[in-house]
């Protein structure tokens, strides 16, 4: 009994001792917190906006912008202090604010009605749209035809070329006394100057890409025998439209040209007409919107026409 109480006497007497050595180190590390040394955290780096990928995105439209967008509007801007500068030296000319006022009036109330002779500028413009349509699709519907035809038939295409090529260097004007005579009415005759106008593009180049299709196809045709209407179909057709819609945009741009100078010889209401009697008035500012408007107009047309010739473009 002595000895188990020698041995846990001894046994406390140790924790005893280890607790007070813990509580004299720990008395330490209080007394003199300089010695512990707390590893530093390294500061976060954030990445500048910039070099992120949306940053990186934004770089690119601005700079985008920038390409597209400057050399446009600095060639307007050279255009109008040009216009501005000859308007200075020649006053008969009116400037690019005075025209500019004249427009907003012009286009306040477009389709006004005030007799034959007065309408508004929207009235000669879809009265000139109207003979382009009807011209340009008529000559649309004997054109393309014609085009694939000669292209095809190599006998064809050497009897029409000199033909073709008499006839279509001739100035769109030249036939408007052939369409008065035979016609005898102004109306049709610049549908007809239209339609002569603007055939020969569409027939030419529907001819080319005709004769531009690989050889290969037309004897695949021939081995599986099938009729015309098939090569027509499966072959021609769809390899010959990028061409052919080509023809169709060139043609378009033909007959809204030729449109202005026709109807400034056959009266009627129209653009060409307006822009006539406007000069009869002595109305530059007007002649200038006309101008403006013409072109305008034409760039839409062919704009539209080229978005529907890359969505037929299967190269």
Known sequence: MASRAGVAGDAQENVMNAVTLNDNHLDKIISAPETVVLPERAPARRTPYFQTARGKNLIEL????????????????????????????????????????????????????????????????????????????????????????????????????????????VSPLAWLPIGLLVLQKAEPASIWVIFISSIWPMVLNTAAGVQRIPQDYMNVARVLNLSEFKVFTKILFPAVLPYVLTGVRLSIGVAWLVIVAAEMLTGGVGIGFWVWDEWNNLNVAHIIIAIFVVGIVGLLLEQGLMLLARRFNYE
């Open 62 to 169: 601005v700079t985008t912008f920038f390409k597209r967008a400057i050399p446009p509007i600095l060639g307007m801007l050279l255009f109008i202090a040009l216009w501005a500068v000859i308007a200075n030296t020649n006053k008969s000319i009116p400037g690019p604010m005075e025209t500019w006022l004249s427009a907003v009036e012009l286009f306040s109330d477009p389709f006004y009605d005030k007799g034959p002779n007065d309408k508004g500028i929207g009235w000669n413009i879809l009265n000139s749209l109207y003979r382009v349509g009807l011209g340009f699709g008529a000559a649309a519907l004997i054109g393309i035809p014609l085009g694939f035809l000669i292209g095809r038939f190599e006998f064809l295409s050497r009897m029409t070329s000199p033909i073709i090529s008499i006839l279509r260097p």
